[in-house]
């Protein structure tokens, strides 16, 4: 039996991410459109969500959590502090509360909503498509029942990983989260220099696209080391050696640490700017 059978869900501002969850959880059959709300504030996004996915919807982020088992907190950053005072004091022991915005650590979770049954998890874009990559971090007031709840709910996002470490969340969103801007950044590298040989961009973005998939389908099903891979298809003297050449020249590889260590950075700060923002004399970290 699923641990999501029987539950009640609502998702607080559900834009992708949140429709993307919703729409996995029905195509999985692990709850039943009886079972889900969702909120947003603008009426046509609600009856987009109605009339797609046959869930109730609500203008009101209250309305949206009375009363039911889980809360997934899908909110822009810059919107947590007024949404997460807004529902705060109508959340309820026994709820657990799953945030899937980038940065909110569960200090800042804690403190604006006053309440501690929390999951920090961090998809990517890929989970539009149930090919996500999830890194998530319960904290230790969870029960065993709610974190196999948070389990099987990213799970119909993709692939998830459980961290005893909440910092891993944060090294996560610079690694897998913000991991598509890079390989969609070098997918668009390649397309353009197909066209510069000569293709058409049709057929170059088709052959780049099918490259990179095959790619990864490779590495994953070997399960071998990146660099035993590329070994295998570098002979010497070779196109792949002229290549290779040509990018550690560019240094590929220390340019693509550093942004990665500046989305990590980036994370940090939106972290620090949450829990900046939790006023603590009239907002308790817990109840």
């Known amino acids: 039996m699923s641990p999501l059978e029987g539950r009640t869900l609502a998702t607080v501002g559900t834009g992708v991410m949140a429709e993307s969850m919703i729409a996995g959880l029905l195509r999985g059959r692990l ?5 889900l709300v969702a909120s947003h504030p603008r009426a046509e996004r609600r009856e987009q969500l ?12 209250v309305d949206a959590v009375d009363g039911v088992d889980i809360v997934v907190l899908a909110v822009k950053p810059q919107m947590l502090a007024r949404v997460g005072r807004e529902i705060g004091p109508h959340l309820r022991p026994g709820q657990l509360v799953l945030s899937v915005i980038a940065g909110a650590t569960t200090t800042a979770l804690a403190g604006l909503l006053g309440h501690r049954e929390l999951v920090r998890s961090m998809p990517n874009t890929p989970a ?31 692939v998830e990983i459980e961290v005893d470490y909440e910092k891993f969340v944060a090294m ?8 598509p801007t890079y390989v969609f950044l070098v997918m668009e590298a ?15 973005h088709d052959l780049v696209v099918e490259t990179l998939e095959g790619s990864a389908f490779f590495a994953k099903a070997s399960g071998t080391h990146p660099a035993v891979l590329r070994n295998m298809v570098t002979s010497p003297g070779g196109t792949s050696a002229a290549a290779l050449h040509a990018l550690e020249s560019g240094r590929l590889r220390t340019v693509l640490s550093e942004a990665v260590w500046a989305a990590y950075r980036r994370t940090v700060e939106l972290g620090e700017q949450l829990e900046a ?11």
């Open 31 to 35: 709850l039943e459109p009886a079972n």
């Open 128 to 158: 539009q498509l149930g090919h996500g990559m999830t890194v998530w971090y319960a904290t230790p007031e969870t029960t065993p029942e709610q974190r196999a709840q948070a389990k099987a709910l990213l799970s119909s996002l993709g």
């Open 190 to 204: 390649l397309v353009d220099a197909a066209v510069h040989l000569g293709f058409p961009r049709h057929v170059a």
């Open 277 to 287: 923002s939790v006023e603590t004399p009239d907002h308790p970290s817990g109840r």
């Open 50 to 61: 109605a009339a797609a996915h046959g869930i109730r919807v609500t203008a009101s982020n």
């Open 172 to 179: 996560a969103t610079a690694v897998s989260g913000t991991g």
